[in-house]
């Protein structure tokens, strides 16, 4: 339920971020002479904030605050979360195996995936690195969600690599608790081409769409119930006016 609590909770994750931001940020110090005499040093430092805050949105605002979000529906939930650190090396050669069946075909079918990794779970296992989710949601009938938030337009050879690593998360959960009702997943906070409708077919062909991929209302509405993407997005927008003197000011002083 999407109460005035967790309101609180996600414009109070909002506001320490920006905080947070504006306490560490350090302009770039590259001498650009025409750009700041166009458009003004404190324009060029407010654009330069955007791009240092882009590379870190995910990990400093959406996953925190879908974390508070899923805490509403789900029994357990976690961000960075380690899956594990050991793998069943038959799961882990029939990951890479599923991954090549696939480019080839181009016909993913995650279900009878997992059921092929269920099956190699034997044997002698690695040790990899600790495998970390970026957010982990347990429901109360023992389902898994592992997530893997994006925060930019994927790029279409990376593709084969998000399959990789999305099975690969599979079967180290498998290895952990071979019962596991596992569902490993992309996630994308919002449609980078609005108002076009998602172009869901650049993935198609490597991912399952139906079980490993949510975008935007289907992401925020997932973890939290219908109408949760709205609702988040209103929080922005309350916070951004609430904030907006207080982010002038502080550009204020790269004028000089």
Not at 25 to 46: N, Q
Not at 80 to 88: L, P, S
Request: a neutral charge; aromatic letters at 12%.
């Amino acid at each position: 339920m999407f109460n005035t609590t967790r309101i609180f909770a996600i414009k109070t994750l909002l506001r320490t971020a920006l905080r947070n931001k504006f306490a560490k940020y350090a302009p770039e110090s590259t001498h650009m002479p025409f750009h700041f005499a166009l458009l003004g040093k404190d324009r060029m430092a407010l654009y330069s904030f955007l791009q240092s805050l882009n590379t870190t949105f995910g990990t400093s605002i959406f996953e925190p605050v879908a974390e508070a979000i899923a805490k509403t529906r789900f029994v357990k939930v976690a961000k960075q979360y380690t899956v594990g650190a050991e793998i069943f090396a038959a799961a882990q050669v029939e990951a890479n195996s599923i991954v090549e069946e696939i480019a080839i075909s181009g016909e993913p079918d995650k279900n009878a995936e997992i059921a092929r990794l269920r099956t190699k779970l034997s044997g002698p296992k690695n040790t990899i690195k600790p495998v970390k989710v970026d957010l982990y949601c347990e429901d109360t009938e023992g389902n898994v969600f592992l997530f893997d938030l994006k925060t930019a337009k994927p790029n279409t050879g990376e593709f084969k690599g998000y399959k990789r690593t999305l099975l690969d998360w599979c079967a180290v959960a498998l290895t952990t608790n071979p019962q596991a009702k596992v569902h490993s997943l992309i996630s994308i906070p919002y449609n980078p081409y609005f108002p076009k409708p998602y172009e869901r077919w650049t993935m198609k062909g490597m991912l399952d769409i139906a079980e490993e991929l949510k975008v935007a209302e289907e992401f925020w509405d997932f973890l939290g119930g219908p109408g949760t993407y709205q609702n988040v997005l209103t929080c922005f927008e309350e916070v951004g006016v609430e904030m907006r003197a207080e982010i002038d000011q502080h550009f204020l002083k790269y004028q000089k």
